[in-house]
């Protein structure tokens, strides 16, 4: 049998977007689409390349790379996560390409638009394998900087360059928190290895205020890039001025990755004392914030900014309860709800906008992608029969088993305003008369890709086992730890 290196398959995304990049410029007159389609077919194959890994050295061997790189199931589960995600994203942007192309100014450039992605989705694979904080902030960056080009791609689009430039100066902010951190940490440890500040931590002879004070900083970095309050300033602006497939990208890729990076940090802070309650509190103030701001919007990209601010604070109950199989389980419902409610938004805003009043009426004028919206919201609402019912009870009953009762009744509360603007949008879709009746049309593509989001959010909103048993054998599980 075919035995491939784990190392190999973010080598393989990297040279495949660069090959990409090349050919679009020495063959400027090619069809953008078969670049695009050359893109999604790499990254299909890169996909079933990892049911064929070879096994990661046992702890003893590893020397070199595996110092820094980790290939664990939880890492193999999330690069799967990513590959997938990107080949969504990439299949959106094929419809969004007129947009792009009149706000960038010139078509040869839509083969870098394409590019991009990849090179985003390698480093996201890099980020959930990463081992040791240096490792973490160099993937980081090549993160955060493939996204500031493409938040900015449409460059005559002063919205947009808006959002790149805000984009840019957070995240270099948050990734000065970070580097910071780190410094702290290794000044108090002497290692940057995760592994070895576990270690370091367990024999109880470091400065636990200066470990501390690294580990906040640490956590400040991070909470920028999950959009956890009070460090979310950038959301709403960002996704809203955003390119609407990267917004989906931003929304989905950026923070399964984050909170990956988040739950392998945790490991050694959770021998710091007060680490939970300072979790806690932060998952409080990104519940609240989140969903009440949600409340007045009436742009739906802003609306959903908010809510993956809301998301988030749900997704931090899990990690404050130490329970990675559920933070896992939602991350999973968050992709599919997430991009099906996107992937019907590009198609739908290039006819009429963005606002919420335009979607009225779409029930009579496009009904398959009124039904696939109407699963959308129900699942980020947690209606029963959906992927993300499943979602938000794993999070509970991990909040209820650890006895949190002030996110129990916080997540209550806040479910109930997440029925009140998800439902804001079935009301216009089904109960308003249409203000548009142009016909919207759908490529063969993305009636794909959207039947088959909405099956996954049917399917596993029923029978959920799949991804329990992927979650479950997912090896070191941070659920199994404690604080001090």
């Known amino acids: 049998m075919i035995a491939i290196p784990a190392p190999h398959l973010e080598i393989d995304v990297l040279v495949l977007g660069m090959a990409i990049l090349l050919l679009e410029t020495f063959a400027a007159k090619m069809d953008k689409k078969i670049i695009t389609y050359a893109g999604i077919i790499g990254l299909v194959v890169v996909f079933v390349a990892t049911f064929f890994l070879a096994p990661m050295p046992s702890t003893g061997e590893t020397s070199g790379l595996w110092n820094f790189y980790i290939a664990d199931a939880l890492a193999i589960f999330f690069k799967r996560f990513g590959l997938i995600t990107t080949i969504i994203v990439i299949v959106m942007m094929v419809d969004y390409a007129p947009v792009v192309r009149g706000a960038a100014g010139s078509t040869s450039q839509l083969g870098e638009f394409f590019s991009l992605p990849l090179l985003t989705c390698a480093g996201l694979m890099y980020l959930v394998s990463a081992n040791d904080f240096i490792f973490i902030f160099v993937a980081l960056e090549l993160v955060t900087i493939s996204f500031f080009v493409l938040v900015s791609f449409p460059r005559r689009n002063p919205t947009a360059l808006e959002a790149g430039v805000k984009y840019l100066i957070l995240s270099a902010l948050s ?151 559920a933070v896992v389980f939602y991350l999973c419902a968050y992709l599919l709800m997430t991009l099906l409610s996107f992937a019907v938004m590009i198609l739908v805003a290039q006819k009429t906008g963005e606002e919420i009043s335009d979607f009225n009426g779409l029930g009579k004028r496009a009904p398959f992608l009124a039904f696939a919206m109407l699963l959308a919201m129900a699942s980020l609402a947690g209606l029963p029969f959906t992927v993300g019912f499943f979602g938000k009870f794993f999070i509970f009953v991990s909040a209820i088993a650890h006895k949190q009762t002030a996110l129990i009744v916080t997540g209550v509360i806040t479910v109930a305003c997440g029925f009140y603007y998800y439902l804001k949008v079935v009301r216009a879709m089904y109960l308003q008369p249409p203000t548009n009746n142009d016909a919207i049309s759908v490529t063969g593509l993305s009636r794909v890709i959207i039947a088959l989001l909405i099956i996954a959010s049917v399917l596993f909103g029923v029978y959920p086992q799949p991804i329990m048993n992927a979650v479950k054998s997912r090896g070191p599980n941070v659920a199994r730890m404690s604080p001090r």
């Open 175 to 325: 990734s000065a928190f970070l580097v910071y951190g780190i410094t702290w940490l290794f000044g108090v440890t002497g290692e940057t290895g995760l592994p070895r500040i576990t270690a370091a931590f367990a024999t109880g002879k470091i400065d636990t205020h200066a470990a501390m004070f690294g580990a906040v900083l640490v956590l400040v970095g991070l909470g920028f890039k999950i959009a956890a309050v009070p460090f979310q300033i950038w959301v709403p602006d960002v996704y809203q001025g955003a390119p609407t497939p990267i917004t989906a990208f931003l929304s989905v890729g950026s923070k399964a990755a984050g909170f990956v990076v988040l739950l392998r940090v945790l490991q050694p802070f959770l021998m710091l004392p007060n680490m939970q309650r300072l979790l806690v509190l932060v998952a409080l103030l990104t519940l609240l914030y989140g969903n009440l701001a949600a409340l007045p919007q009436n742009n739906l990209k802003r609306l959903l900014g908010y809510s993956s601010i809301a998301h988030a604070g749900y997704l931090l109950i899990g990690v404050a309860c130490f329970d990675g199989s």
